[in-house]
């Protein structure tokens, strides 16, 4: 018991940010009632970029070819109606 209480005791007494600790990043979101913090380390924003990464490229590439497709379909469709006799 008395191990815990000094445990607890040096834990208090220690200081809460370590000295080789990466910085965090904080971004505040105020509303009139509430006030929330959020504080993220870069270590999981890095893990974030790298889990959602592949994923925004791949609907960058898919919206990018589905709008050459939606392209070159009216262009000739238009090319179409522009050739027939009146």
Do not use: C
């Amino acid at each position: 018991m008395t191990q815990r209480k000094n445990n607890y005791r040096a834990a208090l007494h220690r200081d809460p940010a370590e000295p080789g600790s990466a910085p965090t990043r904080a971004t505040t979101l105020s509303t009139r009632f509430v006030r929330i913090t959020i504080e993220l380390e870069p270590e999981a924003a890095r893990s974030l970029d790298r889990w959602t990464a592949p994923a925004v490229t791949l609907l960058s590439h898919t919206r990018t070819t589905a709008l050459h497709l939606l392209s070159a379909f009216t262009q000739t469709a238009s090319a179409s109606t522009a050739d027939r006799p009146s």
